[in-house]
């Protein structure tokens, strides 16, 4: 058994006519981080690592290009960027 799994915080159940029972619940996963700025997005949300639980992924991360990796001001900033620097090789 790993340790991770040792030390799960566990809910205890008592269904009729048995005993109770320790179930382990799962991590949470955390809130999405940009990866230019570090800072945590505001439009991913953390969810259950649970497979029945989690909600679909046009809930958790924004449909646009780099949608729940780069947050919409540094896509902002590298757009600008990348058009200049293209403008520029026009020349």
Known sequence: MKPSERFAKKVWRKPPKYK???HKV???SGKGKCAICKQPMSSSKSKLARRNFS????TIRTNR???GYICNKCLKVQAIEQTRAL???EK
């Open 55 to 58: 909600p679909a992924k046009s």
């Open 26 to 28: 799962p991590n949470k």
């Open 65 to 67: 290009p780099y949608g």
């Open 87 to 89: 403008a520029a090789a």
């Open 20 to 22: 109770s029972k320790g």
